[in-house]
């Protein structure tokens, strides 16, 4: 991956304040197209605070979030949408730390419920779905086609009916992965994706990870604790703490830069240390 | 086993001593007291020995219990057709009840009864069963629907059928407009306002004297016609449905008729219910029931959702409205109440969230029976609670709970995956 890949996402100085608690202060970083970005930092950093700003679920006290998808030629000022419109229209699609499936709901009604917005276009508003018409059978086909794709890839085809809420928790992951590219995004936002995985399930899904960047041509964004996974497949990592950017750069460059150690191990609670930075210092006190 | 059953007795001593324990009694020198502490004696006895009775019972089915949770889990290949038999016995049964020997027209008309409940029902489980949005003031939309087409025919003099779309379109316009308000909120809090807002709709009626008529109510609203044939002895200048079919008149006609006309719209909602169940918008319910935020991340407009299953459930709410209004003939503001309100989520809730034929049951159970067991009088509706708690201590998730699938892979896909052994067990 070349640095020189265009840009999809570009946050400028994005600050949030709840009262007087300044979560996010001032950060900018930008995710290019086609490539992984990793979002590290230790508890607290305000990590997923930006994931909520992006995604619509809080409105930004400052800054600007532009969003350029790679196909039409416009961009999307994502500060300014309505959270629905920001995964339906500019594509930005988001999982959740902790997992939010439908959990009484089929694996596959999961993942035709994230294609929502073109089934509704095609059963134009219920009334061609009510009627039966023929395109929407159509459509509900393709839909089932792409969702079939979809398990698939994260082999859960032989547990397509089964409420969702029943998977072991490794397969809830992957599901909610999938259903977050069922919408057909073009920018997908992974809130620590291998939280609670094993290192066999964690393994896999740097498999699948790199697969959709590499197959499906867009762009991650991805907040993470298990350096395995960030070390191994990010093209780009930003570091913050306390809510202000310390570092960016390539992995090997944020994990030899003193402010991110000094960051890690000044805060850790409970935080693993990177391996390369743990390796890196002479005497690491445990944590 | 023993301890839990003897701690149960004894509670069951402390609450019945004040009830049962203590009587004022006429005697010559004016009030006394009496005792009937045999009365305590007996109440815990037979919470004792029913308490006992419970848990040999709970230990002796908990392997049958245990499986039906199990079974709960929609299963993968294993579609379930016997509830499709058993809703095609039920319309079936509905179809012929007329003609049965034994149907007078005192049980067509406690039938039509039960049919109005249904239908209120499978409108009502639109909101609360797919939807997830608990509204306990659902009978404002039944209200609506009734004044609508008692208005309407008698300022316009239009008949049923004409005003059925227009009850049903103004009921809808009023769930949206209870739905605005409370886009935002969930659960309890939604349930308050819903109650508010099913209480300010009864209100207004009964004060509105210049277009309700208050409290008096609208008297002589126009009956239902046979496709323009009136069902009247005699009607100058017109043809009624007993000359133009050459039979003789009976008052029955008009009942068996009524109760072919709800049976026809109930099943239209349950038709309806059913297909858009299947369709984006119905997953969109489901998918906001489960997790709104969920939702929303995935492009999900929830105002729109949520304004639709309100429009669509009051739609239906109006359609029965009119119904119960041309049925009737008359209307007061007495006939929706919140207990109507209380009875129609009592039948969604007790059915098991989302399931048509559920709802059908219960409404048997809870607007069938305690109108069958008339006789029971006074003891009538410490039997209808009764069984209410029993069956919520037997089916806390209602008497059909076990949900469908919507969509589900095609057979040959799931042959070709077979489930791994390691991911099912676990």
């Known amino acids: ?31 290019r197209q086609r490539q992984i970005t990793a979002i590290i930092g230790p508890n607290g950093a305000g990590k997923t605070t930006v994931f909520n700003c992006l995604t619509g679920f809080y409105k930004p006290s400052v800054g600007r979030l532009t969003l350029t998808p790679p196909n039409n030629g416009g961009c999307f000022l994502l ?26 709901m089929s694996v596959l009604e999961n993942l035709v419920v994230a294609q929502h917005n073109r089934l509704m276009r095609a ?104 350096m395995s996974v960030v070390m191994q497949i990010s093209d780009h990592v ?32 409970g935080e693993a240390l990177p391996p390369d930075v743990a390796g890196g210092l002479p005497t690491a006190p445990p944590c | 086993m023993l301890k839990d059953a003897l701690a149960a007795a004894v509670v069951a001593a402390l609450l019945a001593l004040p009830l049962l324990g203590f009587r004022l009694a006429d005697s010559q020198q004016g009030l006394s007291l009496d005792y009937r502490f045999a009365w305590v004696g007996y109440a815990a006895a037979a919470v004792f020995i029913g308490r006992l009775g419970m848990a040999f019972a709970a230990a002796a089915f908990s392997r049958v219990f245990q499986r039906k949770r199990q079974t709960l889990l ?15 016995l039920l319309v079936a049964a509905a179809l012929l009840l007329p003609l049965a020997p034994f149907a007078d027209r005192n049980l067509i008309d406690k039938a039509t009864l039960l049919l109005i409940y249904v239908m209120l029902g499978w409108g009502l489980n639109i909101v609360v069963g797919l939807a997830g949005l608990l509204d306990l003031g659902y009978v404002a939309f039944y209200a609506v629907g009734a004044y609508s087409y008692a208005l309407l025919s008698q300022t316009f003099g239009l008949s049923f059928w004409l005003c059925l779309p227009f009850a049903g379109a103004l009921a809808a316009c009023f769930g949206i407009l209870l739905g605005f ?16 807002f099913g209480e300010i709709v009864r209100v207004v009626l009964l004060n509105w004297e210049s277009l309700t ?24 200048g017109r043809t009624t449905f007993h000359e133009f079919f050459g039979l003789p008149f009976s008052p029955g006609q008009r009942i068996i008729f009524l109760y072919y006309v709800i049976l026809v719209l109930a099943l239209a909602t349950n038709l309806f219910t059913l297909r858009i169940r299947r369709l984006p918008i119905g997953r969109a319910w489901e998918a906001l029931r489960e997790d709104e935020t969920a939702c929303r991340s995935l492009g999900i407009n929830p105002t729109r959702t949520k304004l639709s299953a309100f429009a669509l459930g009051a739609m239906f709410a109006g359609f029965a409205g009119s119904f119960f209004a041309t049925r009737q003939g008359f209307i007061s503001p007495e006939s929706f109440t919140f207990i109507e309100s209380a009875i129609i989520l009592a039948i969604v809730v007790l059915g098991g969230m989302g399931s048509q034929i559920g709802i059908v049951l219960a409404a048997i159970l809870l607007v069938g029976l305690p109108e069958w067991f ?33 969509i589900r892979l095609a057979a040959d896909a799931l042959e070709a995956a077979p489930q791994t052994a390691g991911e099912a067990a676990r």
């Open chain 2, 181 to 196: 308000p409370v886009l935002r909120l969930r659960g309890d809090y939604l349930a308050i306002v819903t109650l508010g």
């Open chain 1, 1 to 31: 991956m070349t640095a020189a890949a265009p840009p999809l996402l570009t946050v400028e100085h994005l600050t949030m304040r709840f009262g007087g608690l300044v979560a996010i202060n001032d950060l900018s970083f930008t995710a």
């Open chain 1, 123 to 226: 059963s134009a508003y219920s009334v061609a779905g009510l009627l039966g018409l023929n395109r929407y059978t159509r459509a509900e086909r393709q839909a089932v086609e792409l969702a079939r794709y979809w398990l698939d890839r994260i082999e859960l085809t032989g547990q397509a009916d089964w409420a969702a809420g029943n998977l072991p928790y490794g397969s809830q992951r992957r599901l909610e992965i999938a259903r977050a590219m069922c919408t057909e995004p073009c920018l997908l936002c992974l809130d620590e994706p291998a939280a609670g995985l094993n290192p066999r399930e964690s393994a896999q899904l740097n498999e699948l990870l790199l697969d959709i960047r590499g197959q499906h041509g867009i762009g991650l964004l991805l907040i993470e604790h298990d």
């Open chain 2, 374 to 406: 008339r006789d029971l009088q006074q003891y009538r509706m410490l039997a209808f609670g009764g069984a209410m708690v029993l069956i919520m201590l037997w089916r806390p998730r209602g008497l059909l709970a076990s949900r469908e699938p919507t």
């Open chain 1, 79 to 104: 500060e300014r949408m309505e959270g629905f419109r920001i995964a339906k229209d500019a594509g930005v699609a988001r999982t959740f730390q902790n997992i939010r499936l439908f959990a009484g």
């Open chain 1, 238 to 269: 930003v570091v913050l703490d306390h809510g202000a950017p310390i570092a960016e750069g390539t992995p090997d460059m944020v994990s030899n830069d003193p402010a991110v150690i000094r960051a890690y191990l000044g805060a850790a609670e």
């Open chain 2, 74 to 88: 929609p299963l993968a290949g294993r579609p379930s057709r016997n509830r499709k038999i058993v809703g095609w």
């Open chain 2, 213 to 236: 008529n208050g409290p008096n109510g609208i008297s002589g609203i126009q009956r239902p016609s046979f496709f323009g044939l009136p069902f009247l002895a005699a009607a100058p």
